[in-house]
């Protein structure tokens, strides 16, 4: 489906959720909003990557695997459901495509399917240009993985490279379906290589690895040391080479051991401020939860 399209889905939605919105009032049911209702005014896209995960020091990863689905996924999948740990998903458009069964699969085994452009573009000047550029490579991914989201999952944006501008909020914020995701979304783990005195890895990139020839195992230390300094974080790998998968697997018996806890990024509690109510400009805030009471419906109808 291409932007405008998907634009114009968008906009059916919108009238959709208003009249819903409509009828929940002429109900009358009067709730108050719960006090942990984000405020509207800090939520929507960001203007610069969402750095702070507050997981640091809490004994508690959140592992995201970007650039995927692709063949050795089904391998990862296969170890996390050994070890009962959820992760997220950073897919991009263009290989979801490819592999529905897949998303399928991290959909029913309790994974966080998440957005991570179509192609893989870094989001510079040329889409600051360009909003229906910018508006395709976040918009056509949303349309691709929007049926394998749990109904009331958070929407969650990672970019290419962490490649970001001020301006992409503004565009993005604008469409009234993609202003519900929470990004972009940095890491805390995995971002980096570098190397000690003794040439051991202090901290590892497993693209970067790769790229140097190291072993799975040369590169897990250097996860191993910087998940130690943290002590918790959000950690990114990248599902797409087979020595990570192999990593991973070894990784995580000894985190386990350890008494580390895994998380989605659903269970992150510093990403609630961004959440975007549903998109209700005529309704005012106290009135979302009896509308959700009247029509019965989850919050993020629009996802299923
Ligand atoms: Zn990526």
């Not at 050994?82 to 991290?106: C, D, S, W, Y």
Request: aromatic share 10%; hydrophobic share 40%; with cysteine.
């Amino acid at each position: 489906m291409g932007a405008r399209d998907r634009a114009q889905t968008a906009k059916r939605r919108g009238t959709a959720l208003r009249w819903a919105g409509a009828l929940a009032l002429s109900t009358a049911i009067v709730m108050f909003a719960p006090a942990s209702f984000p405020d509207p005014a800090s939520a929507q896209f960001q203007e610069a990557n969402i750095h702070h995960s507050g997981l640091l020091g809490t004994k508690t990863l959140a592992l995201t695997f970007d650039d995927g689905p692709s063949r050795f996924t089904g391998e990862l999948l296969d170890i996390l459901k050994a070890h009962n740990i959820k992760a997220t998903f950073f897919v991009l458009g263009r290989q979801a495509e490819r592999f529905p069964t897949l998303l399928a699969r991290m959909r029913d085994e309790g994974h966080v399917i998440a957005n991570h452009s179509t192609t893989h573009a870094r989001l510079g000047r040329k889409y600051s240009r360009n909003a229906d550029m910018l508006l395709a490579e976040v918009g056509d991914t949303h349309e691709v993985i929007a049926p394998f989201l749990r109904p009331g999952q958070g929407l969650y944006f990672r970019a290419p490279y962490g490649f970001w501008r001020v301006s992409h909020a503004e565009t993005l914020n604008a469409d009234p379906v993609l202003r519900h995701y929470v990004g972009p979304v940095f890491w805390d783990i995995g971002g980096h290589t570098s190397i000690d005195g003794e040439g051991k890895a202090s901290a590892s990139a497993d693209w970067d690895c790769w790229r140097r020839e190291w072993t799975a195992e040369e590169c897990e230390v250097g996860y191993m040391r910087e998940i130690a300094r943290k002590k918790g974080g959000v950690a990114l790998f990248h599902d797409v080479r087979e020595r990570t998968i192999k990593m991973v697997e070894t990784m995580i018996p000894v985190l386990v051991a350890d008494g580390y806890r895994f998380v989605t990024l659903d269970q992150v509690p510093a990403y609630d401020q961004y959440k975007t109510p549903q998109d209700l400009p005529s309704v005012p805030v106290a009135s979302l939860e009896g509308r959700q009471l009247a029509d019965n419906s989850p919050r993020w109808t629009w996802v299923q």
